[in-house]
Nanobody
Framework: QVQLQESGPGLVKPSQTLSLTCTVS??????????WDWIRQPPGKGLEWMGA???????YYSPSLKSRTSISRDTSKNQFTLQLSSVTPEDTAVYYC???????????WGQGTQVTVSS
């Protein structure tokens, strides 16, 4: 069973860069047709897909966030990372790392981590 765990600061100041890491256990981030996503949910709003990095290292981003978002990976640590620059209070949300396993393998979610943007 693949498990995902988010980690990072819970409080970020406006204009700074938010950085979160997802540590994966029970499976490799290089497994074929595994897609590693970041999804967030602002308070009182729905889920928002932010971007993904694939098993081969290709990245995809939401058009609305592309200019501020970077997703990378460390295969030696079996981790992938989200960086969101120039944050504002509107970036306050619960951030989830998610595995989308291709070929009908299902979705696996981390527990989520609250990030608040405030001075």
């Amino acid at each position: 069973q693949v498990q995902l765990q988010e980690s990072g600061p819970g409080l970020v100041k406006p204009s700074q860069t938010l950085s979160l890491t997802c540590t994966v256990s029970g499976g490799s981030i290089t497994t074929n047709y595994y897609y590693w996503d970041w999804i967030r949910q602002p308070p009182g709003k729905g889920l928002e897909w932010m971007g993904a990095i694939t098993y081969s290292g290709s990245t995809y981003y939401s058009p609305s966030l592309k200019s501020r978002t970077s997703i990378s990976r460390d295969t030696s640590k079996n981790q992938f990372t989200l960086q969101l620059s120039s944050v504002t209070p509107e970036d306050t949300a619960v951030y989830y790392c998610v595995l989308v396993a291709g070929n009908g393998g299902g979705w696996y979610w981390g527990q989520g981590t609250q990030v608040t943007v405030s001075s």
